[in-house]
């Protein structure tokens, strides 16, 4: 973590912003810590090639942003899953992550809802849940189900934070269609201290003062301004100490081996019989779009085995 608080002298020259970064940050004389996610070219790669609808890819890039923020506020190694299911036009989202920033992502949309117009969470979702999975390399997977019950999906992972986890959360999250950019902004209060009614007064005190500084964030800003130009903007009457930005990327995780492993699972004869009508096994990877074949050649291993 840097010694450094976000100061004039320690702003970059430039003012463009540092694209595909997470910036965590801690406000030194409160018990407040804050989280800055600006994403470009990671968002790019998980819409791409899909013609998703306006709407669709919006709320998409938000449920990235939203798990981005999510993952950095867990002290974990290991896979985080962020799910949105219900009954209206998108059957299902998601978006998988890890605690190195790695993101892909995918929506399915009903049949007869491919062109759907819907652009508010409840018209794209309808009634539903919000899943999340962790599943660390060490230790059991954890599930948290909370039901979309507020209007925004922002105000939904806040209240997961605060039925949940017990810690009062506030969240932002922007969007730009026009130059397919998503961002988001968290603030979270640390519980610390003896627990009397004067130490907790101060500590709600605190978090309201950050959210509503935070609050004060214009969407022309998050899209243009390098991050500690913002947070300079933002916070510079407070004594901050930033952590080392983290990159987002995008990795979509499919490759020839993972789809010859499932084709193993075949029984034999299956696979005899497809490549006799096809002459070839194809597999699309729902994410990224990509194609593996499979001819005779590759799979004979498989047939041949299950005969002796």
């Known amino acids: 973590m840097s010694n450094t608080n976000i100061t004039k002298a320690n702003i970059t020259k430039t003012t463009i912003a540092t694209t595909d970064v997470l910036n965590r940050y801690l406000f030194n004389d409160m018990h407040v810590r804050g989280e800055l996610v600006q994403l470009n070219k990671s968002y790019q790669s998980i819409i791409k090639n899909h013609n998703y609808p306006v709407g669709v890819r919006l709320l998409l890039g938000e449920l990235m942003a939203a798990t981005c923020l999510l993952s950095a506020t867990l002290k974990f190694e290991g896979e985080i899953t962020v799910q949105l299911q219900g009954d209206g036009p998108i059957g299902y989202m998601s978006i998988n992550g890890d605690h190195n920033q790695k993101m892909r992502g995918i929506a399915k949309l009903k049949p007869d809802q491919a062109n759907t117009q819907g652009a508010s969470l409840h018209e794209l979702i309808g009634k539903g849940t919000m899943v999340i999975t962790i599943r660390p390399k060490k230790g059991a997977a954890y599930q948290g ?19 949940s986890e017990q810690i009062p959360t506030k969240i932002w999250l922007y969007s730009d269609d026009d130059k397919q950019q998503i961002a988001g902004s968290l603030i ?121």
Do not use: W
């Not at 407070?238 to 995780?253: H, N, T």
């Not at 006799?276 to 194609?291: F, H, V």
């Open 145 to 163: 189900v909370v039901a979309l019950e507020q209007t925004t999906l922002a105000g939904c992972l806040a209240h997961y934070f605060e039925v």
């Open 188 to 308: 979270q209060l640390l519980p610390d201290g003896d627990g009397s009614s004067e130490n907790l007064t101060k500590q709600e005190s605190d978090f309201e003062h950050i959210s509503q500084l935070t609050n004060t964030i214009k969407a022309d800003e998050v899209f243009s301004l390098e991050a500690q130009a913002l947070l300079y903007r933002l916070y510079h009457q407070e004594k901050v100490s930033l952590f080392d930005p983290q990159a987002v990327s995008y990795q979509c995780g499919c490759s020839h081996d993972k789809c010859l492993s499932a084709i193993s699972q075949i029984e034999a004869n299956e696979i005899e019989s497809i490549l006799a009508e096809q002459s070839k096994i194809s597999m699309t990877c729902d994410y990224c779009l990509t194609t593996y074949d499979f001819f005779y050649e590759d799979l004979k291993s498989f047939i041949s085995k299950d005969k002796h």
